[in-house]
T-cell receptor, first 113, second 117 residues
Framework: QKEVEQNSGPLSVPEGAIASLNCTYS??????FFWYRQYSGKSPELIMF????GDKEDGRFTAQLNKASQYVSLLIRDSQPSDSATYLC?????????????FGEGTQLTVNP | DARVTQTPRHKVTEMGQEVTMRCQPI?????VFWYRQTMMQGLELLAY????????DSGMPKDRFSAEMPDATLATLKIQPSEPRDSAVYFC???????????????FGPGTRLLVL
């Protein structure tokens, strides 16, 4: 089992729709969870991080964390073509790995005009 | 506008040559990470430093790779000798470990795209 798993995608949504990106993790001791956006040929850009169960909202982005289910998601409301990118989920498990970020393989999102 | 800088941005070299990549972390950040990204393996951590001390280099092939932090403003990753399988994008990231560890984040540089022929 991979440490961090994401829907492989690609995910395609129409402009204005809600895009839902999902991520599960295997280490129950994981503490912090991150979503990075990576445009083709560019570096990962931090969008949001979350460490408490529940929802965290920032503009059109909402991160959701459920530690009991070992599940974290990212919702993008009112999706725009500029949101088309690969979204990377990452986790930190400080007890076992210190500050190491473990990444999923990413989900490619396409928002169609 | 604080950001991580990396040089060179692109490097093409021949097998067997030494490659040195440099990173300048965000001023004030005390943790520096080296990641490698390939299509097959995704993003994987090679090594990281805190306050210039190496904390974890378990992801780095020891026989050919070395990472150092000569000072707080410079981190280097060297490959000697380079091999075609080292072709990848190498990212440096930096972060600051706050009192509330839950607030710890990492910011990536633009990367060095390496091609070993």
């Amino acid at each position: 089992q991979k440490e961090v798993e994401q829907n492989s995608g690609p995910l395609s949504v129409p402009e204005g729709a809600i895009a839902s990106l999902n991520c599960t993790y295997s280490d129950r001791g994981s503490q912090s969870f991150f979503w990075y956006r990576q445009y083709s040929g560019k570096s990962p850009e931090l969008i949001m991080f979350i460490y408490s169960n529940g929802d965290k909202e920032d503009g059109r982005f909402t991160a959701q964390l459920n530690k009991a289910s070992q599940y974290v998601s990212l919702l993008i409301r009112d999706s725009q073509p500029s949101d088309s990118a690969t979204y990377l989920c990452a986790v930190i498990s400080r007890e076992t790995s210190g500050s190491r970020l473990t990444f999923g393989e990413g989900t490619q999102l396409t928002v169609n005009p | 506008d604080a950001r991580v800088t990396q040089t060179p941005r692109h490097k093409v070299t021949e097998m067997g040559q030494e490659v040195t990549m440099r990173c300048q972390p965000i001023l004030g950040h005390n943790t520096v990470f080296w990641y490698r990204q390939t299509m097959m393996q995704g993003l994987e951590l090679l090594a990281y430093f805190r306050n210039r001390a190496p904390l974890d280099d378990s992801g780095m092939p020891k026989d050919r790779f070395s990472a150092e932090m000569p000072d707080a403003t410079l981190a280097t990753l060297k490959i000697q000798p380079s091999e075609p399988r080292d072709s990848a994008v190498y990212f440096c990231a930096s972060g600051l470990v706050p009192l509330d560890r839950n607030q710890e984040t990492q910011y990536f540089g633009p990367g060095t795209r390496l091609l070993v022929l």
